[in-house]
């Protein structure tokens, strides 16, 4: 049986991934989560505190993700594959997140630090696995980390946005392998075939 708390969380993200934080009402949230009023302000006592608690929620699920691939036994190459994989099909299951993330609206002004922190999470996590690789030499010595890590996420996410929002199907092979040929530019070619043919697209 689905938990208070869960309906919650499923109803806020949908709730806020649609509007805009300022007209997002709790009354609205109870509504869609089909919970009492009360029981929504059991659980969370400001707008704020369960907008925070969703994004959270969110991004620990990604960095989860992530981390089984980044700790697997995998060899490198198929590692860099999979992650594209992870990311691409993580945001077309969670097209909800998906929209969210690239809201513009980040709630409150008083809101930015934590949801920076709370982002930062994740980046550190992917620029500390590039480190390591640029380190061992599988990527481009001339590449700058953070600016890879950013435009490796923002691809991804921002080629499932726009597929959701034309009413295609996201987690295509043709996607994935456009993405991996699109990431071969930082890859140093004597250390990582760019573009594993052996590797399956289907899973």
């Known amino acids: 049986m689905t938990s208070k708390k869960e309906l919650i969380y499923k109803g806020a993200l949908k709730a806020f991934s649609q509007h805009e934080f300022s007209e997002t009402t709790m009354d609205y949230i109870a509504e869609v989560s089909s919970v ?17 608690y969703v994004l959270e929620k969110g991004i ?27 990311h691409l099909k993580f945001f077309a299951e969670k097209t909800e997140l998906c929209q969210l993330l ?4 980040w709630g409150t002004h008083t809101m930015q630090g934590e949801v920076q922190k709370l982002i ?4 550190s996590k992917m620029e500390g696995f590039y480190t390591e690789l640029q380190q061992e030499g599988y990527i481009s010595a001339t590449a700058n ?7 490796l996420f923002g691809m991804v996410m921002f080629t499932a946005l726009r597929e959701i929002e034309l009413g295609h199907e ?3 092979k043709e996607i994935k392998a456009s993405l991996i040929m699109l990431c071969n530019g930082v890859l140093k070619a ?8 052996h590797l399956s697209l289907e899973e």
């Open 36 to 52: 009492a009023k009360g029981t929504l302000y059991y659980y969370f006592k400001t707008k704020e505190e369960l907008f925070l």
């Open 170 to 172: 996201v987690y295509t």
């Open 190 to 197: 004597e250390q990582i075939t760019p573009f594993p043919h």
């Open 102 to 105: 690239m809201s513009k609206f």
């Open 120 to 123: 930062h999470r994740y980046f």
């Open 60 to 86: 620990d699920t990604l960095i989860q993700e992530v981390d089984q691939v980044i700790q697997s036994p995998l060899p490198r190459d198929e590692m860099l594959v999979k992650l594209l994989k992870v």
């Open 145 to 151: 980390i953070r600016t890879l890590a950013s435009s």
